[in-house]
């Protein structure tokens, strides 16, 4: 039985990887620090914990300790706004974080890297939609960072033959997502339809994303431990979907009367993303299954909301 190493996995995008990789009966242990993380995610799963930050130097150790076959690499701050606000802190965690993880994987005799990079490397789109070929150029110290660790997989490629998976993944949404603070767009709006209280929408709403479902996000990470070749792909839905029709999905999806209203737009909000999946398709054999009325009820959990609403 294959041995994965999964930092971050207390998160949200972290514990559903960690429950993929328990059902494909991988042995599964996990390095986590708690920051934005929470034990209830994965309590009662058979896997192995270990509470590290991975800015420490003394992980390269642990993972040695830990000799896994791969390492999945989740831990990171995620938050684009405050890597701009603390580059500082977003450079320590996220690029010093990272090259801690990848020198472990070096010395422990890890066969591969799998990385969770983000479409934040490609800033503005040049063309929709935008694929792994396009030309990178990040806007944020975070999408920077990212850009950044993937140039040390492939160094530690060339010099170490250590392979590795680069996933750029497109907006994640899905149940455990924090919707305080950084959370994305979808928790925000099922914390809000939850509380009956209305979401504010930035600009017209009219801005597009690309909405991937959290366990379809697994699955591909799961496969990216697999094939012969280092590769990168996006991983993600391939269809643009407005805020404006997300929040109309996800009224009907529960039922909600509640309205939105608009504030001002975002600075330095892209206008449209909507990222290629035909490489992930061709290379690792996934495609998304999960159709967004499924996904969105599932994050808001109907009928909890409906139930509540009747009585
Ligand atoms: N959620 C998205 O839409 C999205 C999109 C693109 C990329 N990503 C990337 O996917 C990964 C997982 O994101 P998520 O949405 O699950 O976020 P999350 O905050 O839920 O998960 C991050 C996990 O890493 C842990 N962590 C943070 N800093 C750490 C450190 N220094 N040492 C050890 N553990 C640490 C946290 O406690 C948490 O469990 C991140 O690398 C993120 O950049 C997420």
Not at 53 to 68: A, F, G, H, M, R
Not at 95 to 109: E, F, P, T, W, Y
Not at 262 to 267: M, N, S, T, V
Request: glycine share 8%; hydrophobic share 40%.
């Amino acid at each position: 039985m294959k041995k994965v190493l999964v930092t971050g996995g207390a998160g949200f995008i972290g514990s559903h990887v960690v429950e993929a990789l328990i059902r494909k009966k991988y042995e599964v242990a996990v390095i986590d620090n708690f920051s934005s993380g929470r034990l209830e995610n994965i309590s009662g799963l058979p896997v192995d914990l270990y509470i590290c930050d991975v800015t420490d130097p003394s992980v390269i150790n642990l993972v040695q300790s830990i000799k896994p076959d791969c390492i999945i690499h989740l831990a990171a701050q995620i938050s684009v706004a405050k890597s701009v606000a603390d580059p500082l802190a977003d450079e320590r965690i996220n690029v010093r974080g990272s090259l801690n993880v990848i020198q472990a994987a070096h010395q422990a005799g890890a066969s591969r890297v799998v990385f969770a990079s983000s479409a934040a490397v490609y800033g503005e789109p040049q063309d929709l939609p935008v694929t792994p070929e396009q030309p990178a150029a990040p806007e944020s110290p975070y999408g920077l960072a990212k850009l950044t660790v993937e140039s040390y997989l492939k160094m530690f490629h060339k010099f170490y033959h250590l392979s590795y998976s680069i996933l750029r993944f497109s907006n994640v949404y899905g149940p455990r997502q924090d919707a305080e603070g950084e959370g994305g767009v979808v928790s925000i709006f099922a914390d809000r339809i939850r509380k009956d209280t209305p979401p504010m929408i930035f600009g017209d709403g009219n801005q597009t994303r690309d909405f991937i479902f959290v366990r379809d996000v697994a699955s591909a990470v799961v496969l990216a431990l697999e094939p012969a070749e280092s590769l990168c792909v996006n991983v993600s839905s391939g269809a643009p979907l407005s805020v404006n029709q997300l929040f109309s999905m996800m009224k009907k999806v529960s039922g909600s009367p509640i309205q939105p209203f608009y504030g001002p737009e975002r600075d330095g909000d892209i206008r449209d993303s909507v990222l290629s999946n035909e490489a992930a398709k061709t290379l690792l054999h996934w495609k998304p299954v999960t159709s967004l009325y499924d996904g969105l009820g599932e994050t808001i959990g109907k009928r909890q909301h409906r139930k509540r609403v009747a009585h």
